[in-house]
């Protein structure tokens, strides 16, 4: 079973959409839950970062992590066409733990 | 310049050649990190430097050999390589013992001929 899993898409959205990116894990020992979004020839890009459990929200992106599912979600409100990216999820258990990353979903957002 | 650079964006060779790929950041970090990024796969963490001490190489085969002279700069040399090494290698910086917070440069695509 892989420690991470994450839909690769592709995620197909119209403008202003509401849209739901999420990833599914085994290691109940994670804690820091990470979403990178990463554009076509760049690095990923920190979005947010959620510590434990619970809602993270920051203008129109909602992180949220459900520990007992073992699930987290990253919610993006009136989407836009410069959301278009791959979104990548990342965990670890702090300190000298590395980063496990999902494969990415990657998403379109048409006008 | 900000943030993490790397050079050379893009890098075509033979799997006789010797190269070496740069990564510079500007961020006043002291953990920096080399990851490999195939086409439709995780990213893979290589190599972990902190305080410019390896403190993690991920099984990563020795035709590939890292460098961190100071906390800024990281460099990755390749010699000998595979086909299968071609992917986008990615540098990345944080502070220690913050890794969840990592800052990445924009890659170098690397295609192995």
């Known amino acids: 079973q892989k420690e991470v899993e994450q839909d690769p898409g592709p995620l197909s959205v119209p403008e202003g959409a509401i849209v739901s990116l999420n990833c599914t894990y085994s290691n109940s020992a994670f804690q820091y839950f990470m979403w990178y979004r990463q554009y076509s020839r760049k690095g990923p890009e920190l979005l947010m970062y959620t510590y434990s459990s619970g809602n993270k929200e920051d203008g129109r992106f909602t992180a949220q992590v459900d520990k007992s599912s073992k699930y987290i979600s990253l919610f993006i409100r009136d989407s836009q066409p410069s959301d278009s990216a791959t979104y990548l999820c990342?965990?670890?258990?702090?300190?000298?733990?590395?980063?496990?990353f999902g494969a990415g979903t990657r998403l379109a957002v048409h006008p | 310049e900000t943030g993490v650079t790397q050079t050379p964006r893009h890098l075509v060779m033979g799997m006789t050649n010797k190269k070496s790929l740069k990564c510079e950041q500007h961020l006043g970090h002291n953990a920096m990190y080399w990851y490999k990024q195939s086409a439709k796969k995780p990213l893979e963490l290589m190599f972990v430097?902190?305080?410019?001490?390896?403190?993690e190489n991920n099984s990563v085969p020795s035709r590939f050999s890292p460098e961190c002279p100071n906390s800024s700069h990281l460099f990755l040399h390749l010699h000998t390589l595979q086909p299968e090494d071609s992917a986008l290698y990615l540098c990345?910086?944080?502070?220690?013992?913050?890794?969840?917070?990592?800052?990445f440069g924009p890659g170098t695509r690397l295609t192995v001929t």
């Open positions: 990345a910086s944080s502070q220690e013992g913050d890794l969840y917070e990592q800052y």
């Open positions: 430097y902190n305080f410019k001490e390896q403190t």
């Open positions: 990342a965990l670890t258990n702090g300190g000298y733990n590395k980063l496990i």
